[in-house]
């Protein structure tokens, strides 16, 4: 039933994952990479190797081509790669249960790390679960793999790096979008003079950033800004966006609504397999609690890139190297001393790359009224449960997530809340008048991800002689 | 301060509950001491069976006078728990086990009791359409059913409170002395005093008779269970097997609950359990076995609820054997749920009364005595 057991198995494709596993062939480990999609590259650098092979990847950006490097470098050092596998299940002590999609199978590492990246912040505003609203990150995915570009209708609704980058994206694929609804609240030159240090050693990212914002005036892109209240309106499916702007309520039509609010990491994994967490208030999400090198309190867990902290694709990367020599270091393959001596640089680089994080967080701090949204907003898309149906429990005594999931229903859908985990701590919150530590977040119980039946059966069947 | 009541239930499960429902009813002020809140592991957690069907035979009279209080829920609590009498299925495979039932039935046929019935292939096909095809027949009761164990477990703790009950939430025992005329409840946030206390603490139920002095060779037991994505509806009675370990429902929005006891790891001290990938392949297994169509179910969940088990696997319902005052009702080792309602009676009979009529001589807490150590 299981493969040999490997050094270190890596949960996650992206640049954390990906950096990680080549940095620990370096170290002589052997290594397994577990990755949903079909080749690596993760969410930022998805499909990198055929957009470059259908000459696609210039027009995405340098950033992206970057990628090519890092997967490229992965492909020739060795380690086993299970594509198109989900990981679904990490048992403490290193049992990976992951499957194709027919079979499960089970993978043992000796060390894992999760690598699993960033969800998107939900965005639950009213109309949000009509048909033509999906999030940027959505259209992301289909711009990237089917080269699917939004028609002239479809606005973008939100604020983070991401919204902007895609809109220049599309432009630049030749598209055409009715315009952005930027809803940073945070005032960009106040913000700017506040984080002055960062925003000086990040310049790149804030020269990058003013690139699009030129490239998106020159194409004579509608951008609206100090936007608040969005609502997507329609019967049946969007037809219409409504917002509020300096006071005053607008409105106009839409054939298609793309929000975006920034991201979370993605911890139902860490969460699954019993890490501590803790809030982070600067960034409004849980996050697992690591030491330097990745390592969380359960043994033989380590955890890099955004399913740690947000910091972007090239911090990922340098913690994916920083959580291999962790790992290096505590099976004996190196010494405290080497591993102390190889992250010192790596250290470096990731104070430069992550210099501008405070200012960003800053700026695009999510609305409260999208964390803690108004009662007829519906919060629990599987499970149909509003943000008043989550006030009512507290109002009846629930005093954290899973007994409100006990009382209403929500968070007990397919996607065991991934969706609405964030808005029920925060809505629950402030009900209470708690903390979102002490609320704490819903328990997330195996599997990880969508798996039928059969396909855990296989694991007792192959036990069975079938 | 010290707050004095009559008796003192230790655990806010269906079981602690009932008894504290039973007993406010009677004109007992009654407070109930929960660590985390009501419902919060197996009462709340498990799959929600309700049956008589098949159950050892000394629990069998207490359990069959105990299915009058789920056809009548509503009017003991207010609220029918998600209570549905669907119906209860054991399914045989082959005719060795389909032989087995018949003989099954016959023992408790000369217990006076006829509530279990044999059926054969063409029966089972009538009632089951969706069962796999080489079952040749099953024991069935058709008053059996299943509820909503959090609804029903929320709804005697309400009930209860409204009969003046008092359920704190959040307040773990941590301690327990016997003072003259009664005992004193030494939670983490405050102190109780009563005469007599109720151990209804489920998984932990072991460590709390540790405190008033009792040792029993107890177990816990993590029983597995997996939900799936809501489907059509195709199953209506629950389906349980002869040869597998599987309990097999379809809830009223849905999904599939499967369940039938395959263990994972529980941790007392840290209040948690993990499920065992291995063992619930086995449950997926059993399930596709008996249910073809299951195998392509997406599953949404899996979970373990936790309890405490003895070594013969039926409860101890009794006054404390050396510790008087102390009344303990635990050990239901993964099948106490559709005994909760009537066994809230019998505690509270052993309270107010000392006895009961109701049949609760083979759950004596002396029939480990040789197991247990002095005092």
Same mark, same amino acid.
């Given at each position: 039933?299981?493969?040999?057991?490997?050094?270190?198995?890596?949960?996650?494709?992206?640049?954390?994952?990906?950096?990680?596993?080549?940095?620990?062939?370096?170290?002589?480990?052997?290594?397994?990479?577990?990755?949903?999609?079909?080749?690596?590259?993760?969410?930022?650098?998805?499909?990198?190797?055929?957009?470059?092979?259908?000459?696609?990847?210039?027009?995405?950006?340098?950033?992206?081509?970057?990628?090519?490097?890092?997967?490229?470098?992965?492909?020739?050092?060795?380690?086993?790669?299970?594509?198109?596998?989900?990981?679904?299940?990490?048992?403490?002590?290193?049992?990976?249960?992951?499957?194709?999609?027919?079979?499960?199978?089970?993978?043992?590492?000796?060390?894992?790390?999760?690598?699993?990246?960033?969800?998107?912040?939900?965005?639950?505003?009213?109309?949000?679960?009509?048909?033509?609203?999906?999030?940027?990150?959505?259209?992301?995915?289909?711009?990237?793999?089917?080269?699917?570009?939004?028609?002239?209708?479809?606005?973008?609704?939100?604020?983070?790096?991401?919204?902007?980058?895609?809109?220049?994206?599309?432009?630049?694929?030749?598209?055409?979008?009715?315009?952005?609804?930027?809803?940073?609240?945070?005032?960009?030159?106040?913000?700017?003079?506040?984080?002055?240090?960062?925003?000086?050693?990040?310049?790149?990212?804030?020269?990058?950033?003013?690139?699009?914002?030129?490239?998106?005036?020159?194409?004579?892109?509608?951008?609206?800004?100090?936007?608040?209240?969005?609502?997507?309106?329609?019967?049946?499916?969007?037809?219409?966006?409504?917002?509020?702007?300096?006071?005053?309520?607008?409105?106009?039509?839409?054939?298609?609504?793309?929000?975006?609010?920034?991201?979370?990491?993605?911890?139902?994994?860490?969460?699954?397999?019993?890490?501590?967490?803790?809030?982070?208030?600067?960034?409004?999400?849980?996050?697992?609690?690591?030491?330097?090198?990745?390592?969380?309190?359960?043994?033989?867990?380590?955890?890099?890139?955004?399913?740690?902290?947000?910091?972007?694709?090239?911090?990922?990367?340098?913690?994916?190297?920083?959580?291999?020599?962790?790992?290096?270091?505590?099976?004996?393959?190196?010494?405290?001393?080497?591993?102390?001596?190889?992250?010192?640089?790596?250290?470096?680089?990731?104070?430069?790359?992550?210099?501008?994080?405070?200012?960003?967080?800053?700026?695009?701090?999510?609305?409260?009224?999208?964390?803690?949204?108004?009662?007829?907003?519906?919060?629990?898309?599987?499970?149909?449960?509003?943000?008043?149906?989550?006030?009512?429990?507290?109002?009846?005594?629930?005093?954290?997530?899973?007994?409100?999931?006990?009382?209403?229903?929500?968070?007990?859908?397919?996607?065991?809340?991934?969706?609405?985990?964030?808005?029920?701590?925060?809505?629950?919150?402030?009900?209470?008048?708690?903390?979102?530590?002490?609320?704490?977040?819903?328990?997330?119980?195996?599997?990880?991800?969508?798996?039928?039946?059969?396909?855990?059966?296989?694991?007792?069947?192959?036990?069975?002689?079938? | 301060?010290?707050?004095?009541?009559?008796?003192?239930?230790?655990?806010?499960?269906?079981?602690?509950?009932?008894?504290?429902?039973?007993?406010?009813?009677?004109?007992?002020?009654?407070?109930?001491?929960?660590?985390?809140?009501?419902?919060?592991?197996?009462?709340?957690?498990?799959?929600?069976?309700?049956?008589?069907?098949?159950?050892?035979?000394?629990?069998?009279? *207490?359990?069959?006078?105990?299915?009058?209080?789920?056809?009548?829920?509503?009017?003991?609590?207010?609220?029918?728990?998600?209570? &549905?009498?669907?119906?209860?299925?054991?399914?045989?495979?082959?005719?060795?086990?389909?032989?087995?039932?018949?003989?099954?039935? *016959?023992?408790?046929?000369?217990?006076?009791?006829?509530?279990?019935?044999?059926?054969?292939?063409?029966? *089972?096909?009538?009632?089951?359409?969706?069962?796999?095809?080489?079952?040749?027949?099953?024991?069935?009761?058709?008053?059996?059913?299943?509820?909503?164990?959090?609804?029903?477990?929320?709804?005697?703790?309400?009930?209860?409170?409204?009969?003046?009950?008092?359920?704190?939430?959040?307040?773990?025992?941590?301690?327990?002395?016997?003072?003259?005329?009664?005992?004193?409840?030494?939670?983490?946030?405050?102190?109780?005093?009563?005469?007599?206390?109720?151990?209804?603490?489920?998984?932990?139920?072991?460590?709390?008779?540790?405190?008033?002095?009792?040792?029993?060779?107890?177990? &816990?037991?993590?029983?597995?269970?997996?939900?799936?994505?809501?489907?059509?509806?195709?199953?209506?009675?629950?389906?349980?097997?002869?040869?597998?370990?599987?309990?097999?429902?379809?809830?009223?929005?849905?999904?599939?609950?499967?369940?039938?006891?395959?263990?994972?790891?529980?941790?007392?001290?840290?209040?948690?359990?993990?499920?065992?990938?291995?063992?619930?392949?086995?449950?997926?297994?059993?399930?596709?076995?008996?249910?073809?169509?299951?195998?392509?179910?997406?599953?949404?969940?899996?979970?373990?609820?936790?309890?405490?088990?003895?070594?013969?696997?039926?409860?101890?319902?009794?006054?404390?054997?050396?510790?008087?005052?102390?009344?303990?009702?635990?050990?239901?080792?993964?099948?106490?749920?559709?005994?909760?309602?009537?066994?809230?009676?019998?505690?509270?009979?052993?309270?107010?009364?000392?006895? &009961?009529?109701?049949?609760?001589?083979?759950?004596?807490?002396?029939?480990?005595?040789?197991?247990?150590?002095?005092?």
């Amino acid at each position: 039933m299981s493969d040999r057991p490997f050094d270190l198995v890596v949960i996650g494709g992206g640049p954390a994952g990906l950096a990680a596993a080549s940095q620990a062939r370096q170290l002589g480990l052997s290594v397994a990479l577990v990755d949903e999609q079909p080749a690596p590259g993760g969410q930022i650098y998805r499909a990198v190797e055929r957009a470059e092979a259908e000459g696609r990847a210039t027009a995405l950006g340098e950033d992206y081509r970057h990628g090519l490097g890092l997967v490229r470098a992965f492909h020739e050092c060795g380690a086993t790669l299970f594509a198109s596998h989900q990981a679904w299940q990490v048992e403490p002590g290193g049992r990976v249960f992951a499957t194709d999609g027919k079979a499960s199978r089970l993978i043992e590492g000796r060390r894992v790390l999760v690598a699993v990246g960033a969800i998107e912040r939900p965005v639950p505003i009213r109309g949000w679960t009509l048909p033509g609203v999906m999030s940027v990150g959505a259209a992301q995915i289909l711009h990237k793999t089917i080269g699917l570009v939004p028609d002239a209708g479809v606005w973008i609704a939100g604020s983070g790096p991401l919204t902007l980058h895609f809109a220049a994206e599309i432009v630049a694929a030749g598209g055409r979008i009715a315009g952005i609804l930027d809803t940073a609240h945070g005032r960009l030159p106040e913000t700017a003079l506040r984080h002055l240090g960062g925003v000086v050693r990040g310049w790149r990212y804030v020269a990058r950033g003013l690139g699009y914002l030129a490239r998106l005036r020159m194409a004579d892109v509608r951008r609206v800004s100090g936007v608040e209240n969005v609502e997507a309106l329609g019967e049946g499916r969007v037809e219409r966006v409504r917002w509020r702007s300096g006071g005053q309520w607008q409105e106009a039509p839409a054939s298609g609504l793309l929000l975006h609010e920034g991201v979370v990491p993605n911890t139902h994994m860490t969460m699954a397999i019993g890490c501590a967490h803790d809030w982070d208030e600067a960034q409004k999400c849980f996050r697992p609690r690591t030491d330097r090198f990745g390592m969380t309190d359960v043994e033989a867990i380590l955890v890099a890139g955004d399913c740690g902290s947000i910091g972007g694709a090239r911090v990922a990367e340098c913690r994916g190297r920083l959580a291999a020599l962790g790992a290096a270091a505590s099976l004996g393959v190196i010494s405290a001393a080497e591993r102390d001596r190889l992250a010192g640089p790596v250290e470096a680089e990731v104070s430069a790359h992550g210099a501008l994080r405070g200012f960003l967080d800053d700026l695009y701090a999510p609305a409260a009224e999208l964390c803690v949204p108004p009662d007829d907003v519906m919060v629990c898309r599987c499970e149909g449960i509003t943000a008043g149906r989550i006030r009512e429990a507290a109002s009846l005594g629930c005093r954290g997530p899973n007994q409100v999931k006990s009382f209403t229903r929500c968070g007990m859908g397919p996607c065991q809340g991934r969706m609405c985990g964030p808005t029920v701590t925060a809505t629950l919150a402030a009900a209470l008048g708690m903390t979102p530590q002490e609320v704490g977040a819903f328990r997330i119980r195996p599997p990880l991800k969508p798996l039928r039946l059969g396909e855990l059966a296989a694991l007792a069947d192959a036990e069975a002689g079938e | 301060m010290i707050r004095e009541a009559d008796a003192i239930v230790v655990g806010g499960g269906l079981h602690g509950c009932s008894a504290a429902l039973q007993l406010a009813l009677r004109g007992l002020r009654v407070v109930v001491l929960e660590r985390r809140h009501v419902g919060r592991h197996a009462s709340g957690i498990n799959a929600g069976g309700v049956r008589t069907l098949g159950r050892d035979l000394a629990e069998v009279p *207490l359990s069959v006078l105990g299915m009058a209080y789920w056809h009548r829920l509503s009017e003991l609590v207010g609220d029918d728990g998600g209570f &549905t009498p669907c119906g209860q299925v054991k399914v045989a495979e082959t005719h060795d086990e389909l032989a087995g039932l018949e003989k099954r039935a *016959l023992a408790v046929r000369s217990l006076g009791m006829e509530h279990e019935r044999v059926i054969d292939g063409d029966e *089972l096909r009538r009632r089951v359409p969706a069962i796999a095809s080489h079952c040749v027949g099953a024991m069935v009761v058709d008053g059996d059913g299943a509820a909503d164990p959090y609804r029903a477990t929320s709804a005697f703790a309400a009930r209860a409170r409204s009969a003046g009950a008092q359920i704190l939430e959040g307040e773990g025992v941590v301690g327990l002395e016997r003072q003259p005329g009664g005992w004193l409840v030494v939670g983490e946030r405050g102190r109780y005093r009563a005469p007599v206390v109720v151990n209804a603490a489920g998984a932990w139920a072991g460590r709390m008779a540790s405190l008033a002095g009792d040792e029993f060779p107890l177990k &816990t037991r993590a029983s597995m269970m997996l939900v799936t994505e809501r489907m059509p509806p195709f199953v209506e009675p629950v389906v349980g097997s002869v040869g597998r370990a599987l309990s097999f429902k379809q809830s009223s929005a849905g999904t599939v609950i499967i369940g039938g006891g395959q263990q994972g790891r529980a941790d007392l001290d840290r209040e948690q359990a993990w499920v065992n990938v291995a063992n619930l392949a086995r449950s997926a297994r059993a399930a596709a076995a008996l249910f073809p169509v299951i195998r392509q179910a997406r599953i949404v969940r899996s979970w373990c609820g936790i309890e405490a088990e003895t070594p013969d696997r039926i409860p101890i319902i009794d006054h404390s054997p050396r510790a008087p005052g102390i009344v303990h009702v635990f050990g239901f080792s993964g099948h106490g749920f559709q005994l909760g309602p009537v066994c809230g009676v019998a505690v509270a009979d052993l309270v107010t009364r000392g006895s &009961t009529t109701l049949p609760i001589a083979p759950f004596s807490a002396r029939r480990f005595a040789a197991a247990a150590k002095a005092a």
